[in-house]
């Protein structure tokens, strides 16, 4: 083999190639990075309204609720678009880390993990400092349609066949109540000994709570647990309660 | 005059690497000497990797040294030299057999290599006599998959450790391992097919 040293500086020299600069070098790595902290925030903002649309579960229900139908209910009425998209943020976060200068070195598996985590912890976060309901009210405000598909709170209070039903009180009547559910139905709610009541709840007209219990006959159901809706979910009493609701007959 | 050009080419034979290079930033000359140190090295660890011809591969070991300079304050030492322009010279070599566009057919690994090779495998001392023995091992070696194949060729006859080779094939520690792992594997078997072992 010939020795092309002097080639090599004679070609630097005639041609005046000069070293990039860093930064030429590295922009793609710093505009991967960027993205992998866009990422990172939006899987955290969506794991945020996981839990969000997850918060109106209590674990004074799971003693009420049997296991089948507890996980049935969650399964059914999970929030998927957020879990989906959270999944989509992690991925691309991946992507665009694999992507930087110095993204090669550690495993998938590592990075993954890693990402899971921060994404988790920003998300607890997130939703402690209310950050979800800010997002949910500001969404369904401006896409109400997609309602339906992300989220399931109305779904997921509106299964008196699974005994979960959710509404607004309008009326009272010896023990029982009755409810105007998130559809618009007017349903009797039997109290007895062996229902139980959450701290907070207070059985006036007005009050918006949620009651797990077997439903008996068509709009009739007997309650074994009374539970408070605490959060302002305005956005979705807003269309389904009128100012005034008639109270129905006996 | 010609005692201050020596001692200069003396001050930059004693330099590192990594010292070179942080000058050759600003004078080209001084990259020279890199160029010196490493075309041989770079040279053989392109033909054991690829199948060009001699002259096709000092103009990808050319190549590499201008891609290197253009690319100098990109490398801050953090590694060495040596680690930084094999890994310029691996992504070369893959670039070039891409363009070629052509499978490989057999890499160049010469007798030396084709017994040092197998020595590490098995790390048995085996006399191995017969040209058609050696021929053998080096169909065994270029049969490899190309992922097990470089990341053989810089553990066992670069003599490169497992950081480095993180470094110049840009994979996860644990992905390098298995690869050496597997090759290695698919090497013995190989070799007891072919009644080597």
Redesign the interface.
């Known amino acids: 083999?010939?020795?092309?040293?002097?080639?090599?500086?004679e070609?630097?020299?005639e041609e005046h190639?000069?070293?990039?600069?860093?930064f030429r070098?590295?922009w793609k790595s710093y505009v991967f990075w960027f993205l992998m902290l866009v990422m990172i925030s939006l899987g955290a903002l969506f794991f945020s309204l996981v839990l969000f649309n997850f918060s109106d579960f209590n674990p004074s229900f799971f003693p009420h609720l049997k296991l089948f139908r507890l996980v049935k209910i969650l399964i059914v009425t999970a929030p998927y678009l957020w879990i989906i998209l959270s999944f989509m943020a992690l991925v691309f976060g991946l992507v665009a880390f694999r992507n930087t200068?110095r993204g090669?070195?550690?495993?998938?598996l590592f990075v993954m993990s890693l990402l899971v985590l921060v994404v988790s912890i920003l998300g607890v976060v997130g939703h402690l400092f209310k950050v979800s309901n800010r997002m949910d009210q500001m969404l369904f405000d401006r896409a109400p349609h997609l309602r339906e598909m992300a989220s399931p709170f109305g779904e997921r209070w509106s299964r008196p066949r699974d005994g979960m039903i959710g509404g607004r009180i309008v009326g009272t009547i010896e023990n029982d109540f009755f409810l105007e559910n998130m559809r618009g139905e007017n349903w009797r709610i039997h109290v007895n000994e062996r229902t139980k009541f959450s701290r907070d709840a207070r059985i006036v007209p007005g009050e918006k709570v949620g009651v797990i219990g077997e439903k008996i006959d068509d709009f009739v159901m007997q309650a074994l647990f009374v539970h408070c809706f605490n959060f302002d979910r305005d956005f979705e009493w807003r269309t389904r309660f009128p100012k005034t609701a008639p109270i129905p007959n006996e | 005059m010609d005692n201050i050009f020596g001692r200069m080419a003396q001050a930059q034979n004693k330099a590192s690497d990594n010292e070179l290079a942080e000058a050759a930033k600003t004078n080209p000359d001084v990259f020279g000497e890199l160029v010196k140190r490493y075309q041989e090295r770079l040279f053989r660890y392109v033909r054991r990797i690829s199948y060009f011809s001699n002259e096709d591969i000092e103009d990808i070991v050319q190549e590499v040294f201008i891609k290197a300079y253009r690319s100098l304050n990109i490398f801050d030492g953090e590694y060495k030299f040596s680690t930084w322009i094999y890994q310029i010279a691996r992504n070369a070599t893959i670039d070039a057999i891409r363009k070629k566009q052509v499978r490989p057919k057999t890499v160049s690994i010469d007798e030396d290599d084709a017994v040092k090779l197998f020595r590490s495998e098995i790390n048995i001392q085996t006399q191995l006599e017969t040209k058609e023995r050696i021929e053998i091992i080096r169909k065994i070696i270029s049969s490899l998959p190309y992922k097990y194949r470089e990341v053989m060729v810089l553990r066992f006859l670069e003599d490169k450790d497992y950081a480095e080779i993180v470094e110049i094939v840009q994979k996860p520690r644990g992905t390098v391992a298995a690869l050496i792992s597997r090759g290695k594997t698919l090497f013995s078997t190989e070799a007891q097919k072919n009644g080597l072992l």
């Open positions: 083999m010939q020795d092309f040293s002097k080639k090599v500086v070609k630097i020299k190639i000069v070293p990039d600069s860093r070098l590295l200068n090669y070195r550690p495993s998938a």
